[in-house]
């Protein structure tokens, strides 16, 4: 039993280290999503998983912004978490399989994290 028990506090710590050490480390210094983003043409597929971190890089970054307004992070997280693929379906409905440019990534992001992340003056 101490074992089982043991093993899962191992897991969560795990999880919860990586999720708020290596994340926000792999965004550092990033001002838009385009400074993630190296290659074009871009996979829709890798576009929204990049996507999705990079919200979640938002909300750490906006802390202070996001506290002026009541919201927490992880309130913020959660609201995209919910969010999430509702925002998916109406922004990238009739996108194409392929973001060939650096214009469209933007526009794409833009409209993405302004319906999962309906916030004030977060700046990303």
Do not use: W
């Amino acid at each position: 039993m101490k074992l089982l028990i043991g093993s899962l506090v191992i897991i969560i710590a795990g999880f919860s280290f990586n999720k708020y050490v290596f994340s926000s480390k792999a965004y550092d210094g990033v001002t838009t999503v385009t400074d993630v983003i190296s290659a074009y043409p871009v996979n829709m597929f890798d576009f929204k998983k990049t996507m999705k971190d990079y919200a979640h890089h938002l909300c750490y970054r906006n802390s202070d912004t996001l506290n002026a307004q009541d919201i927490s992070v992880s309130a913020c997280l959660t609201n995209h978490d919910v969010k999430k693929l509702e925002c998916e379906k109406k922004v990238f409905r009739l996108a194409p399989l392929n973001l060939e440019s650096e214009r469209e990534v933007l526009d794409y992001s833009r409209q993405y994290t302004q319906c999962t992340l309906p916030y004030k003056y977060i700046l990303g």
